[in-house]
């Protein structure tokens, strides 16, 4: 059965960083990363295409985080730096058919996800 599992969250200040991954990654699905802050809807982080060489940003993350992937190993990475308080959530991996990762990020697409990792950052 296809899954996905998260890993890498924790604790830090703000202006660290933290590598979130993603085991399970599926070859041809388009990948992405949203999170979710209590009493917040999900919202998109980062999608990246299927070849793996597209990549899409929120505004409030770009320049900060980056998206990546590594094809053989089924996995997709989240490095995130220069932390701030306001990026604390649950982080979830999602996969979505390559029609997922045209135009904006938006979660209906994705029909795959994680159990998710938290993320703190303290001011």
């Known amino acids: 059965q296809e899954q996905l599992v998260e890993s890498g969250g924790g604790s830090v200040q703000a202006g660290g960083s933290l590598r979130l991954a993603c085991a399970g990654a599926?070859?041809?699905?388009?990948m992405g990363w949203f999170r979710q802050a209590p009493g917040n809807e999900r919202e998109g982080v980062a999608r990246v295409y299927p070849g793996g060489t597209s990549t899409f940003y929120a505004d409030s993350v770009k320049g900060r985080f980056t998206i990546s992937r590594d094809l053989a190993k089924n996995m997709v990475y989240l490095q995130m730096n220069n932390l701030k308080p306001e990026d604390t959530a649950t982080y979830f991996c999602?996969?979505?058919?390559?029609?997922?990762?045209?135009?904006?990020?938006?979660?209906?697409?994705?029909?795959?996800w994680g159990q998710g990792t938290q993320v703190t950052v303290s001011s």
């Open positions: 999602a996969a979505g058919p390559g029609s997922a990762c045209v135009g904006g990020l938006r979660v209906a697409p994705f029909n795959l």
């Open positions: 599926q070859y041809t699905a388009c």
